[in-house]
């Protein structure tokens, strides 16, 4: 608070003297103990167990579990967090008629508060009964508020008997409800977290999965042809063994990252995958446009980690080792977006 204050003197007094300044970093996200920042992420402990809010150092790995327990009510597919601190998940709402629900996480306690359907729609995210680990969520540099579900309003479903792609809408925090369609992604394809930069990418996860041939809705037009911007693996890595890891059937192994365009929702590949032993299952940029993940390395044992991702190439690096987690699996990836404002500041001459 100190430093905001003789940041915006110094501002003011080169204004009285007629310069223009630059850019000013309204503020920053926190730090973790080895000087990386702090993220949220979602710890999955199995179907009946339930999932818990718990604070990452993308540092070291640490992990730091909130104090609500874990309930199926805080299972997410994915995570968000504002600039000003607020952290939102978006989950499917189960039923015979399936909706997405926007939720709101209190990032003292780790307390989640469903604060209502998204669209008018049936839709979902996708999500395996085993992991809640698809679908997106994402605030862009300027505040606007992106989710990509299934949705199954006409415009998602394409002229497909039921929705068949995760679709991209633009949400209103304080009216899901009103959700505004924007663009179909990938027809046939899982969605894996969905991230914004300052810079104005967007960018998602992309696995082509035949276990999932509906996604959630129905089966894909015979006729429609193998698409690049999904991993050629489909899905199939190795198989993760021990603790609540074997209920994960491999889920994303080497998906594709995909720049989503957030103006009609389309997917560019970037690469031909993020590595055949590793699953991403939130995917972050920084403020400085570093892009963070967290998921799994495959292996023997498979391990949780922290990853890096070139966001040229689409290759992940394999960080530090998750501790302190107790045997959950990690879902979703939140740190706060804090982008360099310019300052509108026309210059004022005395003499």
């Known amino acids: ?17 007629g310069v223009v300044t630059g850019a000013l970093v309204e503020s920053a996200p926190s730090v973790g103990a080895a000087g990386g920042p702090t993220a949220y992420t979602i710890q999955f402990f199995g179907r009946e167990e339930g999932c818990q809010l ?10 730091t579990a909130l104090p609500t327990a874990a309930s199926r009510g805080a299972c997410v597919g994915d995570l968000t967090e504002t600039a000003d601190g607020h952290v939102y998940g978006v989950a499917t709402v189960e039923g015979a008629a399936p909706t997405v629900h926007l939720i709101q996480f209190d990032t003292a306690t780790g307390l989640p508060t469903d604060l209502g359907r998204i669209g008018t729609s049936t839709a979902s995210l996708g999500t395996s009964p085993a992991y809640p680990a698809y679908g997106g969520i994402t605030f862009d540099a ?24 995760f679709c991209l ?13 924007k663009g179909l992604g990938t027809l046939t394809t899982n969605e ?3 991230t914004a930069s300052c810079d104005g990418r967007m960018m998602t996860l992309a696995d082509a999965d035949p276990g ?34 074997a209920q994960v059937l491999a889920l994303g192994a080497n998906a594709i990252l995909n720049l989503r365009d957030p103006s009609n929702g389309a997917m560019t590949p970037i690469g031909t995958g993020v590595g055949t032993d590793s699953e991403l299952t939130g ?20 391990v949780n980690r922290i990853f890096t991702v070139d966001p040229t190439t689409g290759v992940a690096t394999a960080g530090p080792a998750l501790s302190g987690d107790a045997g959950g699996l990690p879902a979703g990836l939140a740190l706060a977006l804090t982008c360099p404002v310019a300052l509108q500041v026309a210059p004022t001459f005395t003499g």
């Open 1 to 17: 608070m100190i430093l905001r204050r003789v940041v915006a003197a110094a501002a003011a007094s080169l204004m009285a003297c």
């Open 54 to 63: 718990a604070t990452v150092d993308l540092s070291t790995g640490a992990v």
């Open 142 to 165: 300027t505040g606007r508020l992106f989710v990509s579900m299934i949705g199954d309003d006409d415009a998602c479903k394409n002229g497909q008997s039921s929705g068949d792609a």
């Open 169 to 181: 809408y633009q949400v209103d925090p304080a009216n899901p409800l009103s959700a505004t369609f």
């Open 192 to 194: 894996q977290a969905l």
């Open 212 to 245: 999932f041939n509906s996604l959630q809705f129905g089966g894909a037009a015979a006729s429609q042809a193998t698409d690049t911007t999904t991993s050629t693996t489909s899905g199939d890595g190795v198989a993760p063994q021990g603790d609540v890891t």
């Open 283 to 302: 995917l972050e940029f920084d403020s400085s446009g570093k892009l963070w993940a967290i998921g799994s390395q495959f292996g023997a044992p498979t």
